[in-house]
């Protein structure tokens, strides 16, 4: 693998400092009173887990749309680059510098809510599990999106759906399909960890990450092995 | 032979190619060519005749809706990947990344390539003293002007050497400088064993580096044929342009105008026809010539016999372009000599 691509979407992304600056404020002032406020513990999860994964999905969905129409992203294809390697390189540039813009957000939530040791610890994989999800969602979006309006409405409905899923708006029944399914959910970590954290407790058990984990493995194949066609959807004119 | 061109053959094939849009409007074809190494084959014809469609299809770009095309001595058809790195392929339109600077994205576009291919990329500095980009190659793509970011494309096109280019509309927002260099790399990329196709409405470039001319028309080519060929068919076809004061009275029509002044009976006066003054606000007389320039004095005395008054006189030598009006039939002056285009 080159990293050809990892390399100039981080080298973008720096040289964009006002949007980076926006990036990293933007969620801090979101979270802020929410953290500082002694908002219920619920509810701020629910929020930060929908504000953080909704931040990685359309951070994938809407430069991807806009390089299709602006034509440098078809120009990375007809170069024969591999598709699956740009993708790849791309779900992980976007991954780390979500990652990053987020952490101080992440630190507030956490260090408002006195989260112990377990909570610290479990922040950076749940975190990355979520992003890397978002992402590759938001390159799914992007496939079927028409215009770029249309893949910020399309991500969004999605990922509301898939925070529901994941036990973000409810508590499943135990037992219930809808708790088997939230099991395997990628955001469900993340949700978890903000609830252990914005209650200042250690985190539940039960939230193991495995089942999240290999979901995002068999998501992140999937994504790859079809990287082609995602691709040649995004990128192709007309759309 | 260029290493990059695999063996002998044609590096384009194209037979019974075509393509169809989803609308079910035809973009090109069918049409079947070839083009062999070192040869330098410029497409044109109108906007809208298929040529930026050809160029797509021969890029990868696009696929044949109807029959086949071979790139580089291989079958277009399931991945192309392998192939694409080899062709060099510079889209009508400067597409970059607006933050990186000029040199960046040479580095990012042309590295993608020779990442894959592993070969060439040692000239990129020639190119961009060539192009005359050394004092923007700091500056964010964003910056450049519209002319700027098209020599940029080209460096990142032809910085690797691909045996196949494929260039469209290249010589758009190019100073003579840009072009100059275009056209001596394009020459070198052919001498080597490479092959180029241009698209372009520019007949006086193409008719100083083309060794051939596909001329495109509703999809279709309705001319191939050498260039020295081409100019050969066109000798003789002077055109001298009259244009008057003011507008011509009504009844100074076509037939008008023959029986009033019998200029077509001017020894060498072909055809005559009428048109709008260079400035848009008047009226010419265009007369195609079988003698060159000879039958001017006694156009001019006829005209001035009849009290018109001459602004300006133009006498043009035959060149390229005038097979537009040959082949899409507007003047017809060239018509009858040229072949109609293939019909499926």
Avoid at chain 1, 17 to 39: D, S
Avoid at chain 1, 158 to 187: C, D, N
Avoid at chain 1, 208 to 223: I, W
Avoid at chain 2, 90 to 117: M, W
Wanted: glycine share 10%; hydrophobic share 45%.
């Amino acid at each position: 693998m080159s990293l050809a691509v990892f390399a100039v979407e981080w080298r973008i992304a720096l040289r964009r400092r006002r949007l980076m600056a926006f990036n990293v404020a933007t969620p801090v002032l979101l979270v802020a009173p929410l953290a500082l406020g002694g908002a219920p513990a619920y509810h701020a999860s629910a929020t930060y887990a929908v504000l953080f994964v909704l931040f990685g999905t359309f951070g994938s969905t809407i430069p991807l749309l806009r390089e299709a129409d602006t034509g440098p992203l078809r120009r990375i294809i007809l170069s024969g680059f591999p598709e699956p390697a740009l993708v790849v390189e791309r779900m992980i540039a976007g991954t780390t510098l979500d990652f990053l813009q987020l952490l101080p957000a992440m630190v507030l939530v956490l260090g408002a809510g006195r989260a112990g040791v377990t909570v610290w610890t479990a922040v950076v994989p749940a975190l990355f599990l979520a992003l890397l999800t978002a992402n590759l969602v938001g390159l799914w979006v992007a496939a079927f999106a028409a215009s770029m309006a249309e893949g910020a409405l399309l991500a969004a409905v999605l990922s509301l759906f898939l925070l529901h899923g994941s036990g973000v708006f409810r508590t499943p029944a135990p037992g219930s399909l809808g708790a088997q399914i939230e099991m395997i959910l990628p955001y469900r970590p993340l949700h978890e960890v903000f609830l252990a954290g914005a209650q200042g407790v250690a985190p539940q058990g039960g939230w193991d990450m495995l089942p999240a984990t290999a979901v995002l493995v068999l998501f992140l194949l999937a994504s790859t092995a079809l990287s082609s066609s995602l691709l040649e959807r995004i990128s192709a004119t007309p759309r | 032979m260029d290493a990059g061109t695999g063996r002998l053959g044609p590096l384009i094939l194209a037979e019974g190619m075509g393509y169809r849009y989803r609308s079910g409007r035809t973009g090109l074809g069918p049409v079947s060519f070839s083009v062999g190494p070192g040869e330098i084959v410029t497409a044109i014809g109108p906007n809208g005749s298929g040529k930026s469609t050809l160029l797509r299809l021969l890029a990868t770009d696009l696929r044949p809706t109807v029959g086949s095309l071979s790139l580089l001595n291989e079958r277009v058809r399931g991945s192309v990947r392998r192939l694409r790195p080899r062709i060099g392929y510079a889209p009508d339109s400067p597409r970059h990344f607006a933050h990186l600077t000029a040199r960046e994205s040479v580095r990012f576009f042309a590295g993608l390539r020779r990442s894959r291919d592993g070969r060439g990329g040692a000239c990129v500095s020639e190119l961009f003293a060539a192009f005359g980009l050394e004092e923007v190659g700091d500056v964010p793509v964003s910056e450049l002007s519209f002319g700027m970011r098209r020599k940029l494309l080209l460096v990142e096109t032809l910085a690797v050497r691909p045996p196949l280019l494929l260039l469209d509309e290249p010589t758009v927002g190019l100073d003579p400088a840009g072009t100059r260099a275009l056209e001596e790399a394009v020459r070198e990329r052919a001498a080597a064993g490479g092959a180029a196709m241009i698209a372009t409405n520019d007949t006086r470039a193409a008719s100083r580096w083309a060794h051939r001319i596909l001329f495109l028309h509703r999809g279709l080519i309705a001319i191939d044929a050498p260039l020295a060929e081409l100019l050969h068919r066109l000798e003789g076809k002077t055109t001298i342009e009259i244009e008057i004061d003011g507008t011509l009275r009504p009844d100074y029509d076509r037939e008008r105008t023959r029986s009033t002044w019998e200029l077509e009976t001017v020894p060498g006066a072909e055809s005559v026809r009428r048109a709008v003054s260079s400035d848009g606000r008047g009226e010419a007389i265009v007369v195609q010539s079988t003698r060159g320039s000879a039958p001017l004095p006694e156009l001019l005395t006829r005209l001035l016999t009849e009290g018109i008054s001459i602004t300006r006189v133009r006498v043009r030598e035959p060149e390229l372009g005038d097979l537009f009006h040959g082949v899409t039939g507007e003047p017809p002056e060239l018509s009858a000599d040229l072949p109609s285009p293939e019909r499926p």
